[in-house]
């Protein structure tokens, strides 16, 4: 049987209660929200299924527009007044039954008076409302929808729109596993080629100390570092040149003493 039975009053609001059941059969399943016209089958006896939906649902909503109290019957009272009327015998066989009722204020429609209620339908004015505009059909039936997810679990299991935001989540989530992954590749691909042929230290981190495609000889250690060419001529002598690769460098020249043949 239907987990939500939608109620109405004909004269009132009846495209508000259809598209509310439209979009919670949508999104739940036709076979778990009760509307009359489509869910009772064609020769099965009215009265009869009428009352075993609401005694077998777990929430009622009682679609409220501005005309509900004021709709006449066949002999010209208001239909809420007769015991007889069906929008009010759904409703008071949910509220003697504990069954969660949920009013859905429409458009203009103000909370309910308990003073225009009959005397055993009255609890029906305590009950928490929801509130629903054809200006904002698609974001209030959304709350609608997300709420009845939430009071009622069975329905959760079968949120179709729950389960779709969950399979987007999990698809971005792998796309962006993906992109990670690629970016991660083409990083250590790139690293691979400008480090090759290099002589130095290279961490983890990319940090230390590397010298990519040297041409000369090159030292990376921590001590001083000579450069020593020799000159030879007018400017015979050996120049050292050293440094502590802190920026520092020193510089010493020697000159060889060139000696005659008589000594001096």
């Not at 609401?54 to 809420?80: H, K, M, N, S, Y």
């Not at 039954?97 to 008076?113: E, M, W």
Request: glycine share 8%.
């Amino acid at each position: 049987m239907p987990d939500v039975f939608v109620n109405y009053r004909t004269g009132d609001e009846e495209s508000a209660a259809t598209m509310i059941a439209r979009e919670l059969a949508r999104r739940f399943g036709s076979d778990r929200i009760f509307f009359a016209s489509n869910s009772i089958e064609l020769g099965h006896r009215f009265p009869v299924e009428l009352v075993r939906a609401v005694e077998e649902c777990q929430a009622l909503l009682a679609v409220i527009g501005p005309r509900w109290a004021e709709v006449r019957g066949v002999d010209g009272r208001p239909a809420l007044e007769a015991e007889q009327d069906w929008t009010r015998r759904e409703i008071q066989t949910a509220l003697d039954r504990g069954i969660l009722v949920i009013p859905v204020l429409v458009g203009k429609a103000t909370r309910i008076d308990r003073a225009t209620l009959p005397d055993n339908l009255r609890e029906l004015a305590d009950c928490q409302y929801r509130r629903f505009d054809h200006r904002n059909a698609e974001s209030d039936l959304t709350a609608l929808g997300d709420a009845l997810a939430r009071l009622l679990p069975e329905m959760g299991t079968v949120d179709r729109d729950a389960r779709a935001a969950q399979e987007r989540a999990e698809a971005k989530s792998r796309k962006k596993s993906a992109q990670d992954t690629e970016h991660t590749r083409m990083r250590t691909r790139d690293v691979e080629q400008r480090v090759r042929g290099g002589i130095g230290n290279l961490n983890g981190d990319l940090s230390g100390t590397f010298v990519n495609e040297p041409q000369g000889p090159v030292n990376t250690g921590r001590g001083p570092q000579y450069n020593a060419p020799r000159f030879q001529g007018d400017n015979t002598g050996v120049q050292f040149t050293a440094g502590d690769n802190s920026g520092t460098a020193h510089q010493r020249f020697e000159r060889e003493c060139q000696h005659s043949d008589d000594g001096r």
